[in-house]
Structures are given as structure tokens and as C-alpha cells.
């Protein structure tokens, strides 16, 4: 009876550190994923996943991390993150569930430019590493010292150092309005997974509203304000979809069919 009554407390203290474990993790969103089935694995709600990591919709990306309880947020509200090779501001944003526009907020950025070694706040209560404000400051002394003087000569100007410019970014794109050609597709077209390529499942959310991009044109995750169609998030891409072309999600396969092909006006809001 003693070895029994032992194994059965021993069994509740497991269960009860391995439901610890569970409340506190941290989710990487995987391909398919929805908020939906992540709140059924952790047993939360959708709603209570959105106010954690401050969504505003129910859209995810692959990679994407997410906390799972308030607590575990709390653990690691100061954290920064080192710049790599390659990265970007809509790429780290994807990584800590967070947007472009409150990484550049929290690092005091006046564009997207970033470069690799550059530390960066990913939560609010973080700060920019010291020798990032220190390189600012260094740059701001060194442009207004003035020139040495040559003997028998007059002082030659400053060299300014023109930083170079990258591709249109999603910041500087917020606004821009454009006329495009527009086809229409729906989820269960022959050979489709119904998940477009940022990872938002199509059959399990048929009321959203998404369009398929070329992301040298449209950069992926934008809003788009689409005419007829309304507010859209550019969450897919196509082989077809090059330049100026959309492709418009539709749920419904002959409304699809029926819209074929047209000239709309579209406008990037963010």
C-alpha cells in the first residue's frame, strides 16, 4: 500500500512539473500553424495568445515566436538581439512576433537600414546596446569637425560619405498607390495546400482578406487597400505574380472563376 500511495505522488509531482513546463514555453510557429490550433496544444484561449504578444489580427509566420503565458513573456522582456548577415527589420520583427514599426520605435531608427553586428531591442523595456548611441555620437562629431587647413590654400571641404541605399522597403512604400492587373484564386485549386507562402492556412480562415504578391513590388505582410476588394494583407506570392499583378483570395470557387482578370487601384497602407 506504502510503495503504491508512493508512486502515486510521485506520478501528480511529474505531471505537475511537466504542466509547469508547458505554461511557461515559448512556441515556434511552424508551417500550417494557426492561433487556433497553438491555443488547443497549450490549452489557452486565441484571444488570450493575441494579448500576450500584442497581435492585432490572426496572423502568423513560420519562425515566428510566441509566448505562451504572461509570465514567461516577463522572463524576457530586456532581451536584444545582434544583427546577422542578411537580416531585416521585417525578418527579426517575424522572429519575436513583434512589427517594423515598434523595432524601429525601440531602437530611436529613422529608416529600415540595419547592419549586421548592430544590436537591437526586440521588447519594449529593452535598451539599444551603449556602443550603438556611442557610433551615433562618434558620426555626429566627426561630420561637423572641420576640415584641416592646407598651407597656402583654403580649407577643403569635408568629405561626405553617402550611405548606400538598399531596394524600397515597406516603410518607404507605406503609401504608395498603384494600378495593377488582378486575377483571383481560392484554396482548394488543383495541387494547392491551402497555406500560402507566410504560412497562413486559407482553409481553416476563409474570411480573411489576403492577396498574392511579387515582394520586389509588394513587400510580404504589407496591408493593402485593394479596389473592390478592400483591406488585405500580402501574405502569399505565385510563379505568375510578377511586377505589377495581384492575385485576390477568394473563398468561394466560382466567384473566383467570374472575377477573372482586371485593372484595379491599390493603395499600401503599412
Known sequence: MRR???????????????????????????QGDSLWSISQNYGTSVNQLKAINNLNGDLIYPNQQLHISAEEKTESQDQLYKVAEGDSLW????????SVADLKAWNNLSSDII?????????????????QKQATNSQAVQQNKPAPKAPAAKPAPAPVQKEAQPATTGSEASGKE???TATAYTAYCNGCSGVTATGIDLRSNPGMKVIAVD???IPLGSKV?????GTAIAGDTG????????????????AA???????????LLH
Do not use: W
Request: hydrophobic share 40%; aromatic share 8%.
Open 178 to 180: 498603384m494600378t495593377v
Open 115 to 131: 547592419h549586421p553586428g548592430q544590436s537591437l531591442a526586440v521588447s519594449k523595456g529593452a535598451a539599444p546596446a551603449p556602443e
Open 4 to 30: 503504491k500511495i508512493f508512486a502515486l505522488i510521485a506520478g501528480v509531482a511529474l505531471v505537475g512539473f511537466f504542466s509547469g513546463k508547458v505554461s511557461a514555453a515559448t512556441h515556434v510557429v511552424q
Open 215 to 217: 515582394p520586389s513590388v
Open 239 to 254: 510563379g505568375a505574380i510578377k511586377g505589377n499583378k495581384i492575385d485576390i483570395f477568394m473563398p468561394d470557387k466560382n
Open 257 to 267: 472563376t467570374q472575377f477573372g482578370r482586371k485593372t484595379v487601384k491599390i493603395k
Open 225 to 229: 487597400y485593394v479596389e473592390g476588394y
Open 91 to 98: 525578418k527579426i520583427g517575424n522572429k519575436y512576433g513583434v
